[in-house]
């Protein structure tokens, strides 16, 4: 059992009595054992499996330690294990208690806010800054809904951004008209689904109860996460983490909430993992050097348990910054670990283009964690969003990202056209191309307010003869959609061809069959020409029609790639949800891992290399000056970056910057690492 492969501190904590446990687990103490071995012991003492809850920070995390616990007991009774991330978990149970929601990515829900916004007018305020665009203004809600669970929006930027005090009502209108706009449709985003449990919790939900719940990576909980813990009705919590390590604050995450545990548990123990089973004694040493210069929350003084000779951790300097990246890549050829055994972790990603542009001119493959992936490609959003149409009609957000490619409509006025068929339709769109009301101007006029920035929009009407011309359906030009004279030929063909694609898939069952039918359809044909045009289009504004072609057949490849994947599902809800949930932790490419300090957290390589440590880089001076960043965060990257390494590990830095003409001064976490320099 895997109680019987822990040290002594490990079963100590692994074992501990049910109550509030806080285990202080540092880089390579085997916090995932402990979890592991603590989870399998509450089911040994008979707690059933469904009352155990185990949150960690990526659902890959979840799964191996659910795997590690499927060894030594049978699928049935691990399955019952709730495990996963925040997101993930709450999902889940809001499903389960019967809530129906529409889980959206930031980026689509970025593109809601965007036609609210786009219908404000802040030109009749005298204020000395300028307002924030919708992607910022969305930003900034979302630090706001982690970091905040007292203050309203206004008060929380009265103490951080006071300056914009004169946009403070429109702003509020506007994330109030957006809050709507998503409660209408069922829409959540990731903070929705976090507030949603906690208020069902506070409510007094009965179906959700756990004798226990797990946290791991306890140091990046932040302010909303902690409020939805406390939320659940639950006596004992077993929380892993280690305040070194916490990486997050610039997404609000409150390194008080570990620092503050004995505190707010008066029966509160304290365990600490103090045997490091990963790196070398030098690396280990360099890495506390940094971290002892941070005030201490809990005593612990790490041991390294691995034997035998390593080399110390070497300064790379160099005279210029490209010619660092070229240097560090030449030293990798020449490497005798595999490629997938080394990593190049930068505190900026400005750093990995020179390294990737470095390790690519030698031949050497290389990946990104955190590049774009499969699912992040425009087509593959474009197919998803047609699939997602079909089967939730009111999805407007999936409606406005499609109708952007129809020329001449926008985000602004594609929101408008949904809002009218959903009109003519009786709030189903479906209806409104197949039953439509016959309605004179189903476009709503706004109804103007200076002081909240909202003014007239006037729509005129037109003849829908204009469109005889082009052969569309009967049933399809009685549609009062077509009288509004902001629907010109190309748009028109733009929504018959939608038109078209649902009428054709009316009787479709099987996701794979969908997917083909998204591909075949007008509208798809039409974003693969927008999509082709654009990858096809050179600097100076020409068309290299060959790149046009190549682009078409990429586009076309990834589309049948993507049937091909639905193929392994049966029900089209299903295929939907689970590309949502799981294509943000998706990594592709081989090679050498090139990866941000964040994307590092957690994983360990035998050769690492910590690139760009010069004063303002790294310590990133601009960080450290916004809100959230300190020098004390900073030294926690830095250590966080250097305990990634087990066997070898350099840290380099370029004395000048020849593009850009600035000198470097060395980060002072070198001399601090003990690095003597000139």
């Not at 590049?371 to 939730?392: G, M, P, Q, T, W």
């Not at 030929?489 to 099987?510: H, N, P, Q, W």
């Not at 997917?515 to 693969?528: A, G």
């Not at 000198?663 to 601090?672: D, K, R, T, V």
Request: hydrophobic fraction near 40%; charge should be neutral.
């Amino acid at each position: 059992m895997p109680l019987s492969r822990l040290n002594q501190e490990q079963y100590a904590a692994a074992t501990a009595p049910l109550g509030h446990n806080l285990v202080i687990a540092s880089a390579g103490t085997g916090k995932t054992s402990t979890i592991v071995a603590r989870i399998a012991h509450l089911l040994q003492e008979g707690i059933k499996p469904e009352e155990v809850l185990l949150l960690t920070f990526t659902n890959k995390a979840a799964n191996e330690m659910i795997e590690r616990v499927a060894r030594f007991f049978d699928k049935n009774t691990v399955g019952r294990i709730e495990a996963g991330t925040f997101h993930a978990v709450s999902h889940k149970l809001l499903k389960k208690i019967g809530k129906k929601i529409i889980l959206k990515q930031p980026k689509e829900l970025k593109i809601l806010l965007k036609t609210i916004h786009a219908k404000r007018r802040f030109d009749h305020i005298d204020a000395a800054v300028k307002p924030y665009q919708s992607s910022y203004l969305y930003d900034l809600f979302s630090l706001y809904q982690n970091s905040e669970v007292e203050l309203s929006f206004s008060e929380w930027l009265a103490k951080n951004e006071s300056e914009h005090s004169a946009y403070f009502d429109i702003y509020e209108d506007i994330l109030e008209e957006f809050g709507e706009g998503k409660r209408a449709f069922s829409y959540v985003d990731f903070n929705d689904l976090l507030i949603l449990l906690r208020d069902e919790l506070r409510n007094g939900v009965n179906e959700l109860f756990f004798k226990e719940i797990l946290i791991d990576e306890y140091q990046d909980t932040n302010t909303l996460q902690g409020s939805l813990i406390k939320a659940f009705t639950c006596k004992s919590v077993f929380c892993v983490g280690d305040y070194d390590q916490s990486i997050y604050a610039f997404n609000g995450a409150n390194i008080k909430i570990i620092g503050t545990f004995k505190e707010r548990y008066s029966d509160a123990n304290i365990f600490t993992l103090d045997k490091n089973y990963r790196s070398s004694q030098m690396i280990l040493s360099l890495a506390n050097r940094v971290i002892e210069k941070n005030p201490r929350l809990y005593p612990k003084e790490l041991k390294v348990t691995r034997d035998g000779m390593f080399e110390a951790p070497k300064l790379l300097t160099y005279n210029e910054l490209f010619e660092q990246y070229q240097a560090i890549a030449g030293k990798i050829s020449h490497s005798n670990n595999a490629h997938s055994e080394i990593a190049v972790i930068f505190r900026n990603n400005s750093s990995a283009d020179g390294i990737e542009a470095s390790l690519r001119e030698l031949g050497i493959k290389c990946k990104r964690k955190g590049s774009s992936s499969f699912f992040d490609s425009r087509e593959v959003k474009a197919i998803l969003d047609l699939v997602s149409l079909f089967v939730n009609p009111k999805d407007m957000m999936a409606f406005i990202h499609i109708f952007e490619y129809a020329k001449g409509v926008g985000a602004a006025f594609s929101k408008e056209l949904f809002d009218a068929l959903l009109e003519i339709g009786s709030r189903d769109i479906k209806k409104a191309f197949f039953e439509p009301k016959d309605i004179e101007n189903p476009f709503k006029k706004r109804v103007k307010n200076s002081q909240l920035g909202l003014f007239d929009d006037l729509h005129e009407m037109g003849s829908v003869s204009r469109f005889y011309p082009l052969g569309f359906d009967e049933v399809f030009l009685s549609n009062p959609i077509l009288k509004n004279s902001r629907i010109n030929e190309e748009s028109a063909k733009f929504i018959y061809g939608f038109y078209k694609f649902l009428k054709d898939s009316r009787t479709v069952k099987l996701p794979s069959s969908l997917v083909e039918h998204v591909i075949n359809s007008y509208v798809f044909e039409e974003i693969v020409n927008f999509l082709a045009k654009k990858r096809g289009t050179l600097k100076d504004g020409s068309i290299d029609n060959k790149l046009v072609d190549e682009a078409k057949e990429r586009i076309m490849r990834k589309a049948w790639l993507l049937r091909d994947l639905a193929k392994n599902y049966n029900d089209i809800f299903g295929f939907l949800n689970a590309l949502t949930l799981g294509s943000s932790e998706m990594s592709e490419g081989e090679g050498i891992n090139l990866l941000s300090i964040h994307a590092s957290k957690g994983l360990e390589f035998k050769e690492v290399y910590i690139v760009d440590l010069m004063d303002g880089r790294f310590p990133n001076r601009k960080l450290m000056s916004m809100g959230g960043g300190s020098l004390e965060e900073e030294r926690r990257l830095f250590y966080v970056a250097a305990t990634r390494a087990k066997d070898r590990l350099f840290l380099s830095f370029a004395k000048y910057d020849k593009i850009k003409k600035v000198e470097y001064a060395a980060s002072q976490f070198l001399s601090e690492a003990g690095f003597a320099l000139n």
